[in-house]
């Protein structure tokens, strides 16, 4: 049958409409909106009547929804100003996926299929004017439609029941004219150029001798846009011309070292294009020696360097990954798509590569998000509206998969009002010995494995490729999709198997292009059978199978023999994978669908990648002041820096950072805002390297460096001052540059043949390749986007650069002030008004810092940027609020910029030296003493911090303090478990992302772990892993329910899922069996979840309803940062080792972290001593403060035990810390529940 649910969170519980109201009214003004309402709507297909009371189980959660009926729903509507939004079809929908997940785990009927809308509800007295403002707002006809409720269910959402078309071949296309051609040209919607159609007409015409399918059309223009072959960068520069630039000495000097560079590499015979430029200093430290960390293989997808990682004191030969991508096009029109599918997109490349990638920076260009949304451009999606959306979807995605954000950054310019930049980078990490890197040969079989393939995402590469119109935004929906970030979850999972990863020969991941690039490309003969690839739903013929570029996809080859083996272990981990295609002698790519061959191209012309273009090439001037020569208004030293302090490229982004999961991986080396008060930002991305088994204190350092306004100026100064900016922040946290290696990202507007467009690129790459020459440091990767304009209005020359390095935990710095008395210096850089880069002093700057770290130790320090010794100084007191007393710098020395200064402290005076100037000292006090001027420190960080509280808010008004709970020394279960080694079960569900550093947690302290997937491939797949869990369990002394993921976009979640398999009667069962002979059981967050869904917590069992409910935070929205929680009950084995009043400094990561309670059970809990720890302020007092309590959870309850302790759920991240992390938090973080439990289950040693 066919069956509409109408849900909606019952009134204490609706923080997510909550949120929404103070939005709208934030953003559009609407004085007249009073009440907002959120109505989950799900459609529901092929339902049997008997799984009808196990459906509500899964989409409604007692206490906090509620059911409305339909006709009363219906009567409601016909009174409420509403409209409901769906997803187009084809679009991946999660919350419907987490539905028929939820389905699966109850073991509901797979026919079963699920259909949503989100129905939003005002005031009935909103007029139809400012409905249709908040619908103009909310409503993206790029990937949904308006849902008329008032029509019948219609299946039409997930299903296309109509046969697929056939692949027809293009008639007479070998006999068109030029006129008819560029006809067709223009109906098929083709992004290529006349001249390749017209090369394409050549070939088939003489070379193959027939008429090519839609489908090869399609592929060839696939394969050959900007997007995947660089064609733009890849244009001959028959001229370059910079004679008219008031910079042409400094150009013309690295253009004859890039002609030098050319020569040395021996290859004078290519065309000069701007990938040459981008590349060359990379290729000559190859030939002269100076790169041989590099890994140089046929798999090109991402930089591979060779280092050496400890691993429990022993180095190992390692491969260190990383790789930047933007999803520009696709984030501009879908922000939340976009974004989400730039981060899975980013970890495929380095995931192809075997790396597990662990570490992420996001950086982002937006034009003005605090602008009035009526000024938004005609067919524009508002810059606010982008900024949010896009980093709630940039986050959903890497939050999911495992993924650690700890650096984000968004830049405001208004040329990004054209095309915004959202671009990623990623660090993975492989021990060298995993990665086998061979040539497939003939007879060799291709795997795809992950996520079926869907209409979503054809025509993404060419999308990408286009320049933007007011017709693209209108068109370009099947161009953009939504990623499942638990897909890939799971193939990381996989591919941290050496046996997996030593089967596999070649792989590619599935970027742009779909089948026809990801599997055309790991061989030159191919045959791919298209009817083999696993679609979402019927109805895709072989042209949408070809080019999808459907998200979580890879390919591998490998061995004949090795195929099944590899399957089966991909099964294990719950990833489909399925041969779809196979190695072949003859050098074609084939692919055929329902018996017809509709791709049969050969390699030699495929890889011509189309005509190569022509351009020539001339630098121009912008005409625009120089931004490294400001001038500041030096007549009121306090109101010039508060101005400085609240630019929006300087002004402090916490609250967007606190958007991101900054500690997931146990690897988080700086958190993004340090000290006590987390609110100094860090210079760079520092993870430890994750390594499966044991400790490392070998971490990376991701650093970069942009400015859009240098780089609007003068492209060449831009891409230059990048380059030292991503080295200077590398050097501020304690990297050496000379181990340095750099990846560029280039994004410029579309260049159309024009020579002065064409200039621009071509100054940027000249600068990098004299920034790279200066310092020695090449670049070895990076990425190109050139279609960066919306009519008359173009994206300003941009060339981010990015910097990595190895380095040791113990020599990483961070910026923060530490203590009063410390004594501060500034390595400088003499100001030029010649715009001559001060090349020799920054390098000495470099060494000079270096010297001063090794011998007397630097305790915090701050590269200085745009704005200036004032912004360093500033953030650097704003962590741990210390003030300093500022001498010996003049007022236009502390106001402008000087990038490769640097400002550091010491514990004792240096020794005078020209190298660097003693500029104050640091104060208890929080204030700066600058002559006879005074300034509070507050003062300063408000102006830092006010900028972006409308639209990412760091405070929230806090709602008191609430009483400690008193201790109460009550007696707990007295453990009659005693094995020589305990075993600690932690199942992995769809979902999970903290099963490996719960798993290090506990065997740092002495147990054994197993990591168990819950696989559900098919039903067989889930009874199989039914039972493999009971056994475990039988087995186990310690049972952990591992955190996961959570979304608004879920019925269910991590935590629901494993409450829902914990509610299955024969789980039931073995869990109290497992209670019943002492096992002790711990959740942490989504595992908490779990507990308190099962009754398990608070009451120690199971019970179908209870007065405990953990659910969204107050603010309605992901928040992650450091809390600290105080323990006020230590009766449990979980705390038996920790004193009442002890404190501890955690992470905190979640969406849905609110503990929220009745007083009555509040009472009891307290009474019984149930209350393990509450989150408490700097002076240790309970609190409902959100800036301490994020969640703003009930009572500030953090944890609570079961009556007898036995049971732990807690919110925050104990297992997330090791020796060597969150170095710039002040404080006790390593909380020792994990070895209080293992010792309460060990035998002890006599």
Known sequence: ????????????????????LSELKKALNIQTLSKVRLIQVYDLFDLAEKDLDRVRTALIQPVRDQEIDESIMMAELAKMPHFTIEWLPGQYDQRAYSAELAFKVLGISPKTQVATALLYGFNHDLSAEDLQKIQDYLFNPINSRLKDLTLPINESRFIDRREPKKVEKIKDFIHMTDSKLTEFKLQMGLAMEFEDLKHIQDYFKNEENRNPTETELLVLDTYWSDHCRHTTFETALQTIDFTESQFKEQIQQAYEDYLALRRETGITERPETLMDMATIFGRYQRKTGELADMEVSDEVNACSVRINVDVNGVDEPWLLMFKNETHNHP??????????????????????????VYQGMRITGAGNVLEPVEETLPNKIPQRRISKVATQGNSAYANQIGGTTAFAKEYIHPGFVAKRMELG???????EDYVVREKPVAGDLIILLGAKTGRDGVGAATGSS???????????????????????????????????TTLIKKSNDFGAGGVSVAIGELADGVYVDLDKVPTKYPGLNGTDLAISESQ?????????????RFIELAAAESVDAVVVAKVTEDPRLVLEWKGHKIVDIARSFLDTNGIRKTATAKVVDSNLPSPLLQRQNLDDIEKTWQNILSDVNIASQKGMNQSFDSTL?????????????????AEASIQKIQVAEGETQTAAILAHGYNPYIGEWSPFHGAAYAVIESLSRLVASGGDPKRARLSFQEYFERLDGVPERFGKPVAALLGSIAAQKAFNVPSIGGKDSMSGTYEEINVPPTLVSFAVVPVKTEDVISPEFKDSGHYIYLLPVKEDVTDRIPYEEIKRNFEVFEKIHRQYKIYAASSVRQG?????????????????????????????PQYGAFVITTRQALPESEDYIAIGTTLSEYRFDYGQITILGSTLQAAAEDRFEKIYPIYQKSEGFVPKVEARPLSAVKNHLAVEKPQVLIPVFEGTHSEYDTAKAFEKAGATTNLLPIVMLTEADYLASILKFKEALKLSEIFVLSSGFASTEEPAGTGSTMALFLKRPEIQKAVENFLEKGG???????????????????????RQESELLLTTNQIGEFKAQMVTTEVVNNHSLWFATNSIGEEHHLPFAALEGRVVLTEELYEQLKERGQIATQYVDHKGRATLDLTFNPALSDYAIEAITSPNGQILGKMAHSERYEEGLFLNIPGNKAQTIFENAVAAVTTPKI
């Open 552 to 564: 979580e996809r890879m390919a591998v080859v490998v061995a004949k023999e090795n195929a099944e």
């Open 331 to 356: 984030t501009e029109i879908e922000p939340f798509g976009g974004a989400n599918t730039c981060v899975g997109g980013a970890i495929r490349d380095p995931l192809s590569g075997r790396a597990y």
């Open 466 to 500: 286009q320049v933007q119109t007011v017709e693209t935004v209108e068109t370009a929906g099947t161009d953009v999709q939504k990623g499942c970030a638990s897909e890939e979850r799971k193939i990381l999972r996989l591919f941290r198997k050496k046996e997996v």
């Open 868 to 896: 200036g010794v004032a912004e360093s100084l500033a953030m650097m007191s704003f962590g741990n609020r210390i003030g300093a007393n500022i001498e010996n710098i003049s007022e236009h020395d502390l106001f402008r």
């Open 1080 to 1102: 002790l059981l711990l959740g942490i967050n989504a595992g908490f979840h779990a507990l308190v869904k099962t009754g398990l917590l608070p009451y120690g069992e199971y």
């Open 425 to 431: 980078a990623v660090v993975g990490a492989v021990r």
């Open 665 to 681: 991986g146990r690897s988080t080396v700086l958190l993004p805002y340090g000290g006590k008060c987390q609110a100094t930002p």
């Open 1 to 20: 049958m066919k069956r509409r649910f109408y849900i909606e969170s019952t009134p204490r519980y609706s923080t997510e409409a909550a949120a929404l």
